[in-house]
């Protein structure tokens, strides 16, 4: 069994000694450009368009990610460029899913205890008592409520903060109030004192975060995006903070990463901006993960975490 790797920054050592470890039955290979060889599995992040194209070989492409908007966007460059009928599999948590409560969770906290408006009266040298937040009405909204976006909301209501969760179909999560599809997208976002989105990134999801649904959001709300730089329209959150309809953001994803020194963010005191790093691929877990999937399917089982490529994630 051949377990072929493509990762673009090419650092190959640690992921090849992984999976000799995890998954001794397997050579593990790196893809050489138009020169690869035959392989049973792909293991993959970003692959560029070449390396899947109208293959045979595959019986499984693993994506290092939760996100497959990397490699469903090559069908963009050419409509063969996914092997056909070959599964494509995502990273079903493999420690993100804690990552991203605790990062989501930190963000929250900081608005609710109104530590951004103390770090400005730091800055400024003022000592002020500011009126707390009620709990009760700090009501958070998570769009996107799967894998990682269910771990979030109920590490929110663990807090106590009434949570709503928004999903394409209908999800019961002990503790939020569940919303689902374009009718339940209104009620959902109504009111709300922070936003947060991870969702995946699909045509229907692309520019959601913009001026209209901001407008629907409690005066004075926050925004949290951890999910893709392309779900926000950065120009209509720049206005809606200057107009003090939105009361500040936290910014994991950008659309153009890294973030240009010249962008507007950059000199936005109530933008909070992070290098992409609310949830972190882990080397261990992942391979773990994969391998217990590489042999499930090679035993005829069925795997969590495969991609429905028309839907989009
Ligand atoms: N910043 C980072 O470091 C980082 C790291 C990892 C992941 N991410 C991002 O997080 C995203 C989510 O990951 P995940 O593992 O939680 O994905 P997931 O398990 O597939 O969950 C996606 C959720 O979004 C909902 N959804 C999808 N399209 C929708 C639509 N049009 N309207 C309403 N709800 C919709 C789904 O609804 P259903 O439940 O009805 O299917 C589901 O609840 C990834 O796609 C990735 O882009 C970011």
């Not at 994506?63 to 995502?90: Q, S, Y």
């Not at 408006?117 to 009620?134: C, D, I, N, S, V």
């Not at 004192?193 to 901001?214: D, K, M, S, Y």
Request: glycine share 10%; aromatic share 8%; net charge neutral.
């Amino acid at each position: 069994m051949k377990v072929q790797l493509y990762v673009p920054d090419g650092r190959y050592d640690p992921w090849i000694e992984g999976f000799a470890e995890a998954l001794p039955e397997a050579e593990c290979v790196t893809w050489e450009g138009s020169r690869g060889e035959p392989a049973d599995y792909a293991v993959v992040w970003r692959p560029p368009v070449e390396m899947l194209r109208g293959r045979t070989d595959l019986k499984a492409v693993f994506n290092l990610g939760a996100g497959v908007d990397g490699i469903l966007r090559l069908r963009d460059e050419a409509p063969d460029a996914l092997p056909a009928g070959v599964p494509i599999v995502r990273l079903d948590d493999a420690g993100m899913a804690a990552q991203m409560a605790e990062y989501v969770t930190h963000a929250v906290l900081r608005y609710f205890r109104k530590l951004d408006a103390y770090e400005a009266q730091q800055r400024a040298g003022t000592w002020k008592f500011l009126k707390p937040h009620r709990r009760a009405d700090f009501t958070v909204g998570v769009m996107g409520v799967g894998t990682l976006g269910t771990h979030i909301a109920r590490a929110l209501a663990g807090f106590g903060f009434p949570v709503r969760g928004w999903s394409r179909t209908a999800r019961a999560i002990e503790g939020v109030s569940g919303f689902y599809g374009d009718a339940g997208q209104s009620p959902f976002l109504d009111g709300l004192r922070v936003l947060v989105n991870v969702l995946p990134l699909t045509p229907q999801t692309e520019n959601i975060l913009n001026a209209g649904l901001f407008a629907r959001l409690a005066q004075g709300a926050y925004v949290i995006n951890v999910a893709r730089g392309q779900h926000l329209v950065e120009e209509d959150l720049l206005a809606a903070v200057q107009a003090g309809q939105i009361g500040g953001a936290t910014l994991d994803v950008f659309r153009t990463e890294p973030l240009p020194a010249e962008h507007p963010f950059w000199q936005e005191p109530r933008i909070t901006i992070t290098p992409h790093i609310s949830a972190l691929t882990l080397r261990e877990d992942s391979i773990a993960q994969i391998a217990g999937k590489i042999r499930a399917l090679r035993a005829g089982q069925p795997i969590a975490g495969v991609v429905d490529v028309q839907r989009g994630y």
